[in-house]
């Protein structure tokens, strides 16, 4: 427990060293007189200690030298700039955004005009001509919920073991889908990739258009998204992650409860898994997209009790509700997207509406300002407003929907690859690949050997056969 404070209060410490420094100019100029007046300190010390080299070490030199040393640094400087700015534009190429790449090269000088500059604007300009414009309509969407890590207990064979076998894919799973989706050129993008809003001139509002996404002949883009990435209390002690948390080094990574009860930091679900996959293979991401990360409001947001229910039970709130606006931004920024998953995992087709009122109101007034919104909405229990038809303004849970600024909308489809361009809305239909799916594909019919074989990734540690629990 205490390793959990360590963390948290040494972030709160990091955001403030940052803020301070820009607030005070003049503080890197301090540090640069002390440092002349040590090193002015050294010479006369090494004068008489005999440390220097005779000639170097004269009262006379002591500016001459300090000068050489300044005017070198600017060289170097400049130098490794441009070093590093090849290695942006390398990143930013491999992740098929040549544009940006040659746009980083060419605005600076000296990288632009290096030999290594102008080889890699000749590659980056090669490899753009052959880039080829994805078909919208066949898009997968593949999701997943929190991942089992510790698989003897999650099946330790309580009362919500065959949940999680049911709905739930382990951490080596995972890892060898990702993994075969990498070697088969599938690539990650994002739904805003595939298509956006932009101004109607017929009707003066707004309409939705689909997106252009550039890959190499051989790739083909996908949806990644992840359910109900709120830890719930449920799962404590099941052998899953307890939360997200940035890291001293400002990365995303879980933390998680060990057996002799420390709180131990790494990548222990999807978000750092993912990141970390990426980071290695940079190649699997279309322009830096991770996946899309959908939350309730029930049990808080990312494993942190923020709820308005916990007023009063969580001394903590305010400030986990500061952690859960920071993770929001900073996930952003790593190429994640947040959704709604409702308020209550509440399945919208079938509930009152009342309740549907209700719960749409509860996720606007409490998880959408933690999390700086969302237009994204990911039915729970895969459960859509309507049914496979495009939505029509008739359809008084949609316009509700989209009156909260919903746009892109996922219910579940495991048997085909679904992609519903509307007139105002994109819908999409997303794949479970999780151990009831993969347990069917392995003895009855399968829909996941686009993606892998199912009989390398399916865990042995799983209880089989795995039961039909339908959680969602
Ligand atoms: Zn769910």
Same mark, same amino acid.
């Given at each position: +427990?205490?390793?959990?404070?360590?963390?948290?209060?040494?972030?709160?410490?990091?955001?403030?060293?940052?803020?301070?420094?820009?607030?005070?100019?003049?503080?890197?100029?301090?540090?640069?007189?002390?440092?002349?007046?040590?090193?002015?300190?050294?010479?006369?010390?090494?004068?008489?200690?005999?440390?220097?080299?005779?000639?170097?070490?004269?009262?006379?030199?002591?500016?001459?030298?300090?000068?050489?040393?300044?005017?070198?640094?600017?060289?170097?400087?400049?130098?490794?700039?441009?070093?590093?700015?090849?290695?942006?534009?390398?990143?930013?190429?491999?992740?098929?955004?040549?544009?940006?790449?040659?746009?980083?090269?060419?605005?600076?000088?000296?990288?632009?005009?290096?030999?290594?500059?102008?080889?890699?604007?000749?590659?980056?300009?090669?490899?753009?001509?052959?880039?080829?414009?994805?078909?919208?309509?066949?898009?997968?969407?593949?999701?997943?919920?929190?991942?089992?890590?510790?698989?003897?207990?999650?099946?330790?064979?309580?009362?919500?073991?065959?949940?999680?076998?049911?709905? +739930?894919?382990?951490?080596?799973?995972?890892?060898?889908?990702?993994?075969?989706?990498?070697?088969?050129?599938?690539?990650?993008?994002?739904?805003?990739?595939?298509?956006?809003?932009?101004?109607?001139?017929?009707?003066?509002?707004?309409?939705?258009?689909?997106?252009?996404?550039?890959?190499?002949?051989?790739?083909?883009?996908?949806?990644?998204?992840?359910?109900?990435?709120?830890?719930?209390?449920?799962?404590?002690?099941?052998?899953?992650?307890?939360?997200?948390?940035?890291?001293? /080094?400002?990365?995303?990574?879980?933390?998680?409860?060990?057996?002799?009860?420390?709180?131990?930091?790494?990548?222990?679900?999807?978000?750092?898994?993912?990141?970390?996959?990426?980071?290695?293979?940079?190649?699997?991401?279309?322009?830096?997209?991770?996946?899309?990360?959908?939350?309730?409001?029930?049990?808080?947001?990312?494993?942190?009790?923020? /709820?308005?229910?916990?007023?009063?039970?969580?001394?903590?709130?305010?400030?986990?509700?500061?952690?859960?606006?920071?993770?929001?931004?900073?996930?952003?920024?790593?190429?994640?997207?947040?959704?709604?998953?409702?308020?209550?995992?509440?399945?919208?087709?079938?509930?009152?509406?009342?309740?549907?009122?209700?719960?749409? @109101?509860?996720?606007?007034?409490?998880?959408?300002?933690?999390?700086?919104?969302?237009?994204?909405?990911?039915?729970?229990?895969?459960?859509?407003?309507?049914?496979?038809?495009?939505?029509?303004?008739?359809?008084?849970?949609?316009?509700?929907?989209?009156?909260?600024?919903?746009?892109?909308?996922?219910?579940?489809?495991?048997?085909?690859?679904?992609? @519903?361009?509307?007139?105002?809305?994109?819908? @999409?239909?997303?794949?479970?690949?999780?151990?009831?799916? +993969?347990?069917?594909?392995?003895?009855?019919?399968?829909?996941?050997?686009?993606?892998?074989?199912?009989?390398?990734?399916?865990?042995?540690?799983?209880?089989?056969?795995?039961?039909?629990?339908?959680?969602?």
């Amino acid at each position: +427990m205490s390793n959990y404070y360590y963390y948290r209060s040494s972030q709160r410490g990091l955001g403030r060293i940052r803020r301070r420094r820009r607030r005070e100019p003049r503080f890197p100029f301090l540090i640069l007189l002390l440092l002349l007046i040590l090193i002015a300190a050294i010479l006369v010390l090494g004068k008489n200690t005999g440390l220097f080299v005779p000639g170097r070490a004269t009262a006379s030199d002591a500016s001459e030298s300090s000068a050489e040393e300044t005017g070198s640094l600017p060289e170097e400087t400049t130098r490794s700039a441009a070093e590093e700015i090849l290695r942006r534009a390398d990143r930013l190429a491999a992740q098929y955004d040549y544009d940006a790449a040659s746009a980083l090269i060419e605005s600076d000088a000296s990288a632009a005009s290096s030999d290594a500059g102008k080889a890699a604007l000749a590659r980056y300009a090669e490899a753009k001509e052959g880039l080829v414009p994805q078909k919208i309509s066949d898009i997968p969407h593949v999701f997943f919920h929190t991942l089992i890590i510790d698989t003897s207990k999650a099946f330790d064979g309580d009362s919500r073991a065959d949940g999680y076998n049911d709905v +739930m894919t382990t951490k080596s799973e995972f890892l060898k889908i990702m993994e075969s989706m990498y070697e088969r050129g599938f690539v990650l993008v994002s739904l805003h990739d595939i298509a956006h809003e932009v101004d109607d001139t017929e009707s003066g509002g707004k309409k939705m258009a689909s997106g252009e996404i550039l890959l190499p002949e051989g790739k083909k883009p996908f949806v990644l998204s992840q359910d109900d990435v709120c830890y719930y209390e449920y799962m404590e002690g099941d052998g899953f992650a307890k939360d997200l948390i940035i890291d001293t /080094d400002g990365r995303i990574r879980n933390e998680m409860v060990m057996d002799d009860g420390t709180v131990s930091v790494g990548s222990y679900d999807v978000v750092p898994l993912l990141d970390d996959f990426v980071e290695e293979h940079p190649d699997f991401s279309y322009r830096g997209t991770k996946g899309c990360l959908a939350v309730t409001g029930y049990n808080g947001v990312f494993g942190y009790r923020t /709820d308005t229910d916990y007023e009063g039970k969580n001394p903590n709130i305010e400030q986990d509700r500061e952690t859960v606006r920071k993770l929001a931004e900073a996930l952003r920024e790593d190429g994640w997207e947040i959704a709604s998953h409702s308020w209550g995992h509440r399945d919208y087709a079938t509930i009152s509406d009342e309740e549907f009122e209700a719960d749409t @109101q509860k996720w606007q007034d409490r998880v959408a300002p933690l999390i700086g919104g969302s237009d994204i909405m990911i039915y729970p229990f895969g459960a859509d407003v309507g049914d496979w038809h495009p939505y029509t303004s008739d359809n008084a849970r949609f316009e509700r929907l989209y009156s909260e600024g919903f746009r892109y909308f996922c219910n579940v489809d495991s048997t085909q690859n679904f992609v @519903q361009l509307g007139e105002d809305y994109l819908r @999409q239909g997303r794949r479970n690949l999780d151990g009831y799916r +993969m347990w069917q594909d392995k003895t009855v019919k399968n829909r996941t050997s686009e993606f892998f074989d199912v009989d390398e990734v399916f865990d042995p540690a799983r209880p089989t056969p795995v039961p039909d629990y339908k959680g969602g």
